[in-house]
Each structure stands twice: as structure tokens, then as C-alpha cells.
């Protein structure tokens, strides 16, 4: 059982449209992250969150908003998107944001369709 | 900058027999190394780690991984295969941004035959 939960599992959006994906973490983690996966690429990083203090960006675009209220949750606001942006989305988290060897516990995803 | 190579996109075992997918990494310093698996729909399960010390790794589900600094290789193997095992593998270097975020492979997918 996963200790890091995403909602919904899927979705399907517009380019026009606004949604948010959700994750959320039991495990006492103090770091989340958003990776996007899409086929034939490895993981890309999108955003860090180190104490609800967002570290790195990664340079993604705009369209993507990440918030992270508290350290357990972790929200990612979607707007105006392309159709490429349509991926598996994943939140993880880890407990030592500063140590390079803390392993990330992820979440089963978000499979998003921009049509 | 580190990267890691998994030079496989797909390999076939048949169910018992052992598996060896293969990953090579770049980095300067010593490297933290680990193993993913992600079953169909589901998300990154850690398999096993590497910092330091002993260069053989057991991690869950019967895998082990050995470092190799030599030729910069971490390489992940199973004596015995079972269908339950066919997943994809990622391999994951530890990166310097100064947090634990991770540089992954492209990932193998294993198949397992019956």
C-alpha cells in the first residue's frame, strides 16, 4: 500500500479547460515532488517542494502552477494546456530533502489526456 | 551533469530463469545508485539502493544489484523470474542539486514467458 496518494488516477481535459491534480502524503516526508512521465522519455523533475518551500523549477512552463499548503499535500494546477502535456503525472516525497541518498516513495499517478 | 544509461528498451525471460538488466551511470564523485520497478498503472517502487560499503546489494522481491566502479555499472539481477516480476525497471542516479531528486533511465521492460 503506498503511503503517497494521487487523485483522480485519470483525466481527461480541453486545452481551455482549468483542473488540479492532488497528491498527498502519510508517510511524515518533509519533501514532494512532481515528475512527469511520458513515453519513450525517462522521468522528467517538475517541481520541488522542501517544507512547503518550493526549491527548483526545472523550467517548466507557465501553464503548470504547483502548491503545496502544508507539507503533506501537494497540488498541481493545470491551464491551457497542449496536447503534448498529456503524460502520467506523479507525485513522490522523501524524508531528508537535503540528503542526496533519501529515496523518493511514489505515488500510482495521474494519467492525463489533453484533447 | 550525471545520466544513466539502461541500453536495453525490452527484454524476454522465460519464467525461472535468472535476469540481468543492465545500467550504466555518469558521475564525477561516488555515486548514490538505485533500482525502480513500476508494474502496469502504478507508480515507482523502490527496489534496492546503493551509497557505499558493500558493492552487493539484496533488495525486496528476491533482486540483488551489484556496483561496479570500474565500468560504471549497476547492474540488477535475479536468479529466479517470476511471472509476477514483469514490470518496467528503472535505474536512478542521485543527483547534485543539493536535494534527493533523481536522474532516471529510460527504463527496461521485462517480459516474462511462460
Known amino acids: 500500500e503506498t503511503g503517497v496518494t494521487q487523485t483522480p488516477r485519470h483525466l481527461v481535459m480541453g486545452m481551455t479547460n482549468k483542473k488540479s491534480l492532488k497528491c498527498e502524503q502519510h508517510l511524515g516526508h518533509n519533501a514532494m515532488y512532481w515528475y512527469k512521465q511520458s513515453a519513450k522519455k525517462p522521468l522528467e523533475l517538475m517541481f520541488v517542494?522542501?517544507?512547503?518551500?518550493?526549491?527548483e523549477n526545472n523550467s517548466v512552463p507557465s501553464r503548470f502552477s504547483p502548491e503545496c499548503p502544508n507539507s503533506s499535500h501537494l497540488f498541481l494546477h493545470l491551464h491551457t494546456l497542449q496536447p503534448e502535456d498529456s503524460a502520467l503525472y506523479l507525485c513522490?516525497?522523501?524524508?531528508?530533502?537535503?540528503?542526496?541518498?533519501?529515496?523518493?516513495?511514489f505515488g500510482n499517478g495521474t494519467r492525463l489526456t489533453v484533447t | 551533469a550525471q545520466s544513466v544509461t539502461q541500453p536495453d528498451i525490452h527484454i524476454t525471460v522465460s519464467e525461472g530463469a535468472s535476469l540481468e538488466l543492465r545500467c550504466n551511470y555518469s558521475y564525477g564523485a561516488t555515486p548514490y545508485l538505485f533500482w525502480y520497478v513500476q508494474s502496469p498503472g502504478q507508480g515507482l517502487q523502490l527496489l534496492l539502493k546503493y551509497f557505499s560499503g558493500d558493492t552487493l546489494v539484496q533488495g525486496i522481491k528476491g533482486f540483488e544489484a551489484e556496483f561496479k566502479r570500474s565500468q560504471s555499472s549497476f547492474n540488477l539481477r535475479k536468479p529466479s523470474v517470476h511471472w509476477s516480476d514483469a514490470a518496467e525497471y528503472f535505474c536512478a542516479v542521485g543527483e547534485d542539486s543539493g536535494y534527493s531528486t533523481l536522474t532516471f533511465g529510460k527504463g527496461t521492460m521485462l517480459l516474462v514467458s511462460p
Open positions: 517542494y522542501s517544507l512547503e518551500e518550493r526549491v
Open positions: 513522490a516525497s522523501s524524508q531528508n530533502p537535503r540528503d542526496r541518498g533519501s529515496p523518493l516513495h
